[in-house]
Every structure is written in structure tokens, then in C-alpha cells.
């Protein structure tokens, strides 16, 4: 069982962030889960992520409520509202900033996940994507959408570029049922709202049960109600560094994507290729935190013991 810790995201946003977990780094190339809210927002600025970098991943952004503005370095600005998911995928780099509008809703409460690229991907353009017709799931007191691959015979248009599956179920109170799933995959499951059984475990709020490979189903019951992320996807099987927004294979290659985010910051945006300006020289930039002073190891999706 893993549990979040609160981190405090950009200015403003308190979110509890689950992956990467010190035993428990991926579930497939998930590599990254904050939850955020719900909060209200109505009194304060809501969600400032001023425009910082990635490199070699995907965000996958899913909003339950309220909206917020996401601007990067392809051009693109688009509301991020609930029910429509934002794949941004920095491929070799990318910039953004994720801030909420004047006119938001009061209630702000989303999630943001990470996808680790494949060697043969992480290269790629930089791009932005919305899917705002997601399919449903619809069983007996179970509602919700999947947002990746195939869950309960269900499956998202989402393009991905190794396998994964993702879907956020919302449970009546009462209920037990059995979701199928595919067997090759490794799962999990994170509770967004109340709390759930899974088989002999309860999983409370903010709480991911890790259910590694060899199931092709979950049963999974609720007293009181809940919503549930599940997560699954092939085991991501290279080794990856880590460090703030980047991803990439060795602690040179981070060091390099850092020492090109601060040129760009320095320059204003200016003759950066890596990461031009996210939408105008007047926007503000997050820098990036110092190097830590021990070299940062390759890791694979285990903790090596
Ligand atoms: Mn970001």
C-alpha cells in the first residue's frame, strides 16, 4: 500500500502526490500521480504553475472540477475542463504553465499524471492533445470513463506509445463488482473519494494498492461510496533518472536539459531550442532547483533492494 505525500505544487497548490513511490517507482509508464483538491478557489488565485520544462514524458491531465489554462511552447492555450483529458507529451521538450483563470469555478479538483516515453519515442516532437469523448463505463452502480487502453471491455481512443490503461470509476454505495482486466499488465488502485475493499485490503483516500501482474480481473466493493483510479499498463522495463520535470537515462543528459532550461530563462525565451517561450516574454518562469550534490542513479521501475 502506498501513500501520498502532501507536496505543495507550483505557488499555491497543495496536492497529495502518490508516485513515484521509494518502493513502488511506475505502474506500467505511470511514473507520476498528484491529486489535487477538492479545494475551493474562490477566495484565492487557484492553481499557479508558472511555465517551467519537460522532457522524455507525457502529462496526462484529468480535472473532476474547475478549470485552468494550460500555454506552451507549441502555441497552444486551452481550458482544461473536467471530462476532457489533456495529453501533453514534451517528447525532447516542451514548456507550459497550468494557471487558473480569473473567471474559475469555485471548486478546483483534478489529477495529473506522468507517462515515461520509450527509448524510441522520448525524442519525438513535442505535441498537445485534448480527448473530450471519452467512453463510458456503465454497470450495474458503477459510472466513469476509461482514459487509456481497455478496462471492463471498454476502450479509449487514446494514443500512447507503450501499452497502458487508465479509467476513473465512481461507485454507489453498497456495491461489489469485478472489473475485467488484461493479465499481461500490472495494476493499481487509487481511491480519489471515499474508500474501497479490494479483495482483503481496504484502500482509504489518497491511498494506491499496488496489484502487480497475472489478474485478469479486480473485485472491488465500497460501503459508502468512492471514486477510484485505476492504473495498469506493461511493466516499463528501461531505466530511467528522474529529476524535477525531466526524464532521461542519465544524470548528464538531466544536467544538460537543466543547463539549457536555465539559458532560456536567462535569455527570456530567446535562442533556446530545447524550450522556447511558452507565450510571451513577459510570463513568469519557474527556475530550476539546484543539482543535488551526489549524482542521480538510473533507476528501474523496482527499488533495487
Ligand atoms: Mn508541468
Redesign the pocket.
Known sequence: MLKARQVVLGKTTQVARVLPDRQIRMIGAWCFLDHYGPEDVSQSVGMQ?WA?P?TGLQ?VTWLIAGEVEHRDSLGSVARVRPGELNIMTAGRGIA?S?ISPEDKPAQMHGLQLWVALPEGSREMDPAFEVYDSLPSVAMPGVSGQVLAGTIAGVTAPTRTYTPLAAADLQLDKEIRTTISVDASFEYGVFVVAGSVQVESETVELDQLLYLGRGRSSVTVSTVGGARLMILGGLPFEEEIVMWW?FIGRSHDEVVGYRAEWEERVRLRGLGAARFPAVIGDDEPVMEAPAMPTIKLKSRTRRQES
Open positions: 504553475v517551467h519537460h502529462t507550459h497550468e520535470n
